[in-house]
């Protein structure tokens, strides 16, 4: 009261005597000192920018200041915070030894420097007793504050009131349409305090309170799955990690999907010998997990996981679970070229669900026959299966296989040359997709619609479109799709005459197509690179890479229709001799040496 007494006698007087009074205080502990303080001008100075940050690290530490690791450190640990700056890196050149090696030593995990937790401490000590309780339940929640949590969780107190008493103690701060910390330092130090069976307690009733709050939304299953866990109750936990699972898939995020789905399985154990409800649980997972490794291209780990639910869908003798697995595995042999035992499989598939009333795998297996008859060319036939599954789905109500049917139906009549169907149908796709949120599924409708864009002469337009699905598919980590779309990007290029920017794109998708074992798709790319060997003048080169093309048990009707106006155009220029003896060169030839050839070219 003194110091604020003298300050605004000098403040009275300065004007008169040429004296200039800078002072700096913490507003979040003092907020109201500027009305104490009226004739003095008020500067508000933000918390440091990145920039900031690395300018002041290279003021303290020289050069090496700047470097990217350490200034990153030095944002996450502080936030911004200038003092907290400071601190932390007194503190890191006490653990170097000296300040000009603190760059060069490895940095820890967090800080805790004295000066930052003598704040924290005296910020914490300001909060009221009865207040604690909530403050330490809000902590375990999390750095931002769920309001409807908290009102679950505070019994009779009134959490508006308390949420004031924390923001003027300068502990939480409302942000935008939210309440936070202050800073996350505050937060640490409310759990530092905390012994582990507290931590579980409070584990709990956050995860109540959810419940509570939110008992039929499924975008709060991560949270409820991380609590229940740090709880202790591994059977919430796994149920809640398989619902954040689904719901991360259809928020296009296969990633972070099998993440979950592999949590959830390590909480139950190898089945037992006699099948209950945890093989139950096991075998709804590994689908899953299949499920997902195929959507991201793993075919491998999606085959084995998907048979790991087929034998168990056969030890508990579930039928719609058995059809399932198989429907699956079907759609993961075509994938792999293998059409034959495709057909077959998925054909018993059928005739399994229309034993069953299972209106959505009918549904979903219908469509993936008609992913094989378009692979064979059987266009009308694979018209009909599309347009039974289109009729259940809708029947249903089931969105996605609505849409994903109309994306095929697009492809048929694109490969059929009826572009303006083409695009109608992927249009109405793109828009269902986008509805449901599924940013991937409509990035692959995006790459279909270039592909009838680029066939119109529209190259621009095309191009656009596949660099907007590449971006999603590699945001996503969809191995499968990329492939697609590098292979869509050569054709798109070698249309606009850049061949070498074509015969890349070609490679790239090669080199994918090969690795996860999309041997269509590989074929694909062999014609593409054909076609661009025809305009750097190698005709017979790209001949032998028709006949190795046309001639593998993997390649479907697309790579026929790619392939064959390339060949029509070469037999009229070529004697015919030549071209004859060129394809059965190339028929002669081994899909993985022509290939290592290919990719170890310059």
């Known amino acids: ?61 020289g050069p090496a200041g700047k470097q990217t690791a350490l200034v990153d450190f030095l944002v996450r640990e502080t936030e911004g915070n200038a003092f907290f700056i400071v601190e932390v890196v007194r503190a890191l050149a006490e653990e170097a030894g000296q300040l000009d090696r603190v760059a060069q030593v490895k940095l820890p995990e967090h800080v805790a420097a004295g000066g930052m937790m003598s704040v924290v401490q005296r910020r914490l000590s300001r909060v009221r007793p009865a207040d604690r309780p909530l403050l330490e339940l809000a902590a375990v929640a999390g750095r931002q504050l769920d309001v409807a949590l908290l009102q679950n969780a505070a019994h009779e107190m009134a959490v508006a009131a308390w949420l004031m008493r924390c923001a003027n103690a ?42 509570a709050a939110y008992p039929q939304a499924a975008e709060q299953a991560a949270a409820l799955a991380h609590h229940w866990g740090a709880a202790g109750d591994a059977a919430k936990e796994a149920r809640y990690a398989m619902l954040a699972g689904e719901q991360a898939l259809k928020t296009s995020a296969p990633r972070e999907a099998l993440q979950y789905f592999w949590r959830a399985l390590a909480v139950f154990p190898e089945p037992p010998e006699q099948a209950d409800e945890t093989s139950r649980l096991r075998m709804t ?46 759609a993961l042999l075509l994938a792999q070229g293998k059409t034959e035992q495709a057909e077959a499989s998925l ?47 809708r029947e249903i109500s089931d969105q996605k296989t609505i849409a994903n049917n109309l994306n095929e139906l697009g492809r048929i009549a694109s490969n059929l040359k009826a572009w303006e169907e083409s695009a109608r149908c992927y249009q109405d796709s793109l828009m269902l997709f ?7 599924s409509a990035a692959l409708v995006l790459n279909n619609l270039s592909l009838v864009f680029s066939a119109q002469g529209r190259h621009a337009e095309a191009l656009q479109f596949c ?41 790239d998708s090669l080199a994918a197509a090969m690795e996860i074992g999309l041997t269509p798709s590989a074929i694909l790319s062999l014609v593409g690179l054909a076609k661009v060997r025809v305009s750097a003048g190698d005709r017979e080169q790209a001949l032998e890479l028709l006949g190795l093309a046309f001639n593998h ?23 015919p001799d030549v071209v004859e003896a ?21």
Not at 177 to 202: K, Y
Not at 363 to 377: D, I, K, N, V
Not at 494 to 501: E, F, R, S, T
Not at 555 to 574: F, H, I, K, Q, S
């Open 170 to 211: 300068a502990v939480l701060e409302p942000q935008a349409t939210v309440w936070r910390f202050v800073h996350d330092r505050l937060r640490e130090g409310l759990l530092s305090e905390l012994s582990a069976e507290q931590r579980r307690a409070l584990h709990r009733r956050v995860a109540l309170a959810l419940e």
């Open 1 to 61: 009261a003194d110091s604020l007494a003298l300050l605004n006698w000098l403040n009275r007087v300065a004007p008169e005597i040429r004296l200039l009074v800078v002072a700096n205080y913490r507003d979040d502990e003092r907020p109201h000192l500027p009305n104490e303080l009226p004739e003095m001008t008020l500067l508000p100075l933000k918390r440091l920018s990145d920039e900031s940050i690395a300018d002041l690290s290279a003021a303290m530490l």
């Open 553 to 575: 048990p993997a390649c479907d009707a697309e790579g026929r229709e790619r392939g064959e106006p390339l060949l029509a155009e070469l037999r009229t220029v070529l004697p």
């Open 347 to 393: 054909q018993d598939n059928l005739t399994l669900f229309r034993s069953l009333d299972a209106p959505a795998g009918l549904a979903q297996t219908l469509r993936r026959l008609g992913g094989w008859a378009t692979s064979c060319g059987e266009y009308a036939r694979a018209r009909q299966f599309h347009e039974e599954s289109l009729i259940i789905a």
């Open 434 to 440: 986008k509805a449901l949120g599924d940013r991937g």
């Open 467 to 507: 660099q907007e699905a590449l971006a999603v598919f590699e945001e996503i980590g969809d191995r499968m799709a990329t492939t697609l779309i590098r292979d869509s990007l050569g054709s798109i290029a070698h249309a606009l005459g850049d061949d070498a920017q074509a015969r890349q794109h070609f490679k």
């Open 582 to 602: 060129a394809l059965e060169r190339g028929k002669t030839k081994d899909l993985n040496a022509v290939v290592a050839e290919i990719l170890g070219e310059k």
């Open 285 to 330: 997972l590994l689908y899953r997990l299949g499920e997902t490794y195929f959507q991201l291209g793993e075919l491998r780990e999606a085959h084995d996981n998907q048979q790991a639910s087929l034998a168990l869908a056969h030890a508990l003798n579930d039928q719609k679970a058995k059809a399932s697995a198989l429907s699956l595995l079907g």
